[in-house]
């Protein structure tokens, strides 16, 4: 079934594609030949023609060019072959010499007798030339053209180029497939680019099959990404059945025992003899559900690693989301674990994560508090000031410590120079709350707190995070 549905996503990404890349391409490669057509014929018959006319006005005599500025015209443009003057059925001039009551030919009189106001002709005097004529005055200027001058831009591998008047655009029988025209009304031309049959087959095949290059790679892409979702969700189940994820410990210093009061359990994972930090997979042990799993046996471990400590007056610190602290069938369970190792009275505190947004269900989120603190346990507002919870919920929650984001002062960060922590402590201090700083790094940042009146630091300053067995052996630097 997942096979037939990947073929069927795979068919219709493909001719989707086919489709969008074929007109992207047809329309492409058409204006590409319309606009070099169309340079040439300004720079070749248009221009041409602004100059004849433009020499005429100012250089005519008896309603005729003179042999110098003809000649004139003619040098400067090494594609005309030579330029005549009609008039009553007769060429009175061209170019190069007086040509005295030259008739014109039979082709040329059924183009005139037409009417118009301008013709294109080819082959009426020499295979290699084309001619163009314009009405002017009471006659007709033909200018002879060398075919190679148009021959050039018309030609192409791809699509079929033509230059037709706009009286004959119309009448061609060779119709050429998803054509696309430009009219040039000062010449009275047309520009035509379009397809012959097999030229458009070659240009759709080579788009289907791009378009299904492209589409096996998107459909691999798009398959590969929510498979390492699932690899990640097996790998985890797999560190969970193995006991892969293990606590490390960050220890809080208090400047009033001047010694370290606690100590935040953190969460490794232990996989192949690397250590994996929590920003990697915190987030999808929390989207499956896991993290219960995962932080009971965090404290299990912590509670045995506290038991054989050299540390034992040390209280304990877990982190808990809004959404573990409203499962009351949860906390009953973590509290049951907690009565049970006897050591650990009065000497956990969870700290409430900002991380999500169920804050607002105040209600519920006070009747589990409560029952924690109703078996000895202290509670903490975990980075303070950068999550979801507000004034009034730290208000209105029993809390027993406030926990200040780095953020607020490192002076890395933009908001440290603000009076935000001032009022932070300020604050906690109208609440009696313990106050501690987390991610102490430098003596400066030491100092800053201090100055605050704030209880307790954490950080790499005093405490860098070590695992089971360097706490044990209380080897902390």
Request: with cysteine.
């Amino acid at each position: 079934m997942t096979h037939s549905k990947n073929t069927f996503y795979f068919l219709l990404l493909t001719i989707t594609l086919t489709i969008i890349t074929s007109l992207t391409s047809i329309n492409y490669i058409e204006n590409r030949e319309t606009n070099k057509v169309l340079d040439i014929i300004v720079n070749r018959i248009y221009l041409a023609k602004v100059n004849l006319e433009k020499n005429h006005y100012f250089n005519h005599k008896n309603n005729q060019l003179s042999n110098k500025a003809l000649n004139k015209i003619i040098f400067n443009n090494p594609y005309i072959q030579s330029i005549e003057y009609i008039n009553d059925n007769h060429y009175l001039k061209n170019g190069k010499y007086i040509i005295k009551n030259k008739s014109l030919s039979p082709e040329i009189k059924i183009l005139l007798h037409k009417n118009r106001s301008t013709f294109l002709t080819t082959q009426l005097t020499k295979s290699n030339i084309f001619s163009y004529i314009f009405r002017f005055g009471t006659g007709y200027y033909q200018i002879n053209y060398y075919f190679s001058s148009l021959q050039a831009a018309l030609h192409s591998n791809i699509t079929v180029n033509r230059v037709s008047d706009i009286y004959d655009f119309d009448n061609n029988n060779d119709k050429l497939l998803l054509s696309k025209y430009i009219t040039l009304n000062a010449t009275g031309l047309v520009i035509e680019s379009g397809f012959k049959f097999k030229a458009l087959s070659i240009l759709i095949l080579i788009c289907v099959v791009i378009s299904s290059l492209f589409s096996y790679c998107i459909i691999k892409l798009f398959l590969s990404f929510f498979n390492q979702k699932n690899i990640m969700y097996r790998s985890i189940k797999k560190g969970i059945k193995n006991e892969q994820f293990i606590p490390f410990y960050q220890q809080i210093y208090s400047f009033k025992d001047n010694d370290f009061i606690a100590a935040e359990v953190l969460c490794r994972w232990k996989k192949n003899d690397e250590i994996i930090p929590p920003y990697k997979f915190i987030s999808e042990l929390e989207a499956y559900d896991e993290i219960n799993e995962v932080t009971l046996h965090l404290m299990k471990t912590a509670f045995s690693d506290l038991k054989k400590s050299h540390q034992k007056k040390l209280l304990l610190s877990f982190n808990f989301t809004v959404k573990m602290m409203l499962n009351h069938d949860y906390i009953s369970e973590v509290i049951k674990i907690i009565e049970k190792n006897h050591h650990v009275k009065n000497k956990i505190i969870i700290e409430l994560t900002e991380s999500d947004n169920r804050f607002i269900h105040i209600d519920k989120l006070k009747e589990s508090m409560l029952m924690l603190k109703s078996h000895g346990i202290l509670l903490s507002i975990d980075d303070f000031g950068t999550g979801y919870s507000n004034l009034y919920t730290i208000q209105e929650l029993p809390f027993d410590i406030m926990k200040i984001d780095r953020a607020f002062i490192s002076n890395k960060y933009a908001v440290s120079n603000s009076n935000m922590l001032d009022m932070m402590v300020s604050l906690g201090k109208s609440m009696n709350l313990l106050i501690v700083a987390e991610g102490i790094e430098t003596e400066d940042e030491l100092l800053r707190i201090k100055n605050l009146d704030i209880d307790c630091c954490q950080g790499f300053y005093f405490s860098k995070p070590c695992d089971s067995k360097k706490f044990i052996l209380g080897e902390v630097k």
